[in-house]
């Protein structure tokens, strides 16, 4: 497996000052939060040769777009007239996936309504993401925060080109274990959120990895020798997390680096 960085470690960061810090801290890659105002520009509305031209900066650096990740949801209602532009984002930047959440049912809609949306929409999205060469990645997260839900609905869709992101807190919270994810997701997984945090009632507070509750631990176990082309995904909301990307990067880096000696894993 490699180790990539979330765009939401360093949000007023360019893409240069990305790269840079990718490099420093040896992440193979990038995946890039698009649609919420940070300052690396990949976003829709740049041209093409723009795009482009974040492509070659990556390229020359040796450091790989890994993926795009949005805040589109199969369940919202004009998620279809909104998927063209940013699949096009993620083929100019070489992306090999697209982040989608599936998104809570609409009142005005009946379960089975729900469920049949989701799964027209899902081919929809899969096969037009096809025509730019990438995959659609939908994540654990609520109402489908487990492995078991999204393999359900990936199934009955009968969808090709279709991914899964892990996120090893919202399935923690909703109390699948992380071998049962996996053995959920073998075949589909994508990407590994690798992040901690304090459960409240509230919802989560991130913390500096092995500081929280999530099963860290147990997840990097679980994933020993699966995989290589899984990627390991830094991500923090930085402000929750340490005010200096810098250095929450060199704490994520040497905590991570500690685990691993810890379980003689390497990543």
Request: hydrophobic share 40%.
């Amino acid at each position: 497996m490699e180790l990539c960085l979330s765009t939401f470690v360093g949000p007023e960061w360019t893409t240069e000052r990305l790269v840079a810090a990718a490099q420093r801290w040896e992440f193979r890659g990038l995946e890039f939060r698009c649609d919420a105002r940070q300052a690396h520009g990949a976003e829709p509305y740049i041209e093409p040769y723009e795009q482009k031209r974040l492509r070659g900066l990556l390229q020359d650096n040796d450091t790989e777009a890994v993926g795009l990740a949005t805040s589109l949801e199969l369940a919202h209602p004009h998620v279809t007239e909104h998927l063209a532009t940013r699949l096009e984002l993620a083929g100019n930047l070489g992306a090999r996936g697209l982040r989608l959440f599936v998104g809570d049912r609409p009142r005005t809609m009946t379960a089975y309504e729900y469920e049949q949306v989701l799964v027209d929409r899902l081919r929809f999205a899969a096969t037009l993401a096809d025509s730019y060469n990438v995959e659609v990645w939908l994540e654990t997260h609520p109402p489908c925060a487990t492995g078991a839900d999204l393999a359900a609905l990936i199934g009955q869709a009968q969808a090709r080109n279709v991914g899964v992101v892990w996120d090893l807190v919202e399935t923690a919270r909703a109390g699948e274990d992380p071998p049962a994810t996996l053995g959920h997701l073998r075949g589909l997984l994508r990407l590994v959120r690798l992040h901690d945090a304090v459960f409240t009632a509230d919802g989560v507070l991130p913390t500096p990895l092995g500081d929280g509750q999530a099963p860290v631990e147990q997840v990097l176990t679980t994933l020993a020798g699966h995989d290589a082309n899984t990627y390991l995904c830094a991500q923090w909301i930085g402000p929750l997390y340490h005010r200096d990307p810098d250095a929450a990067l060199e704490t994520f880096r040497k905590r991570l680096t500690a685990l691993c000696d810890r379980l003689s894993l390497r990543v």
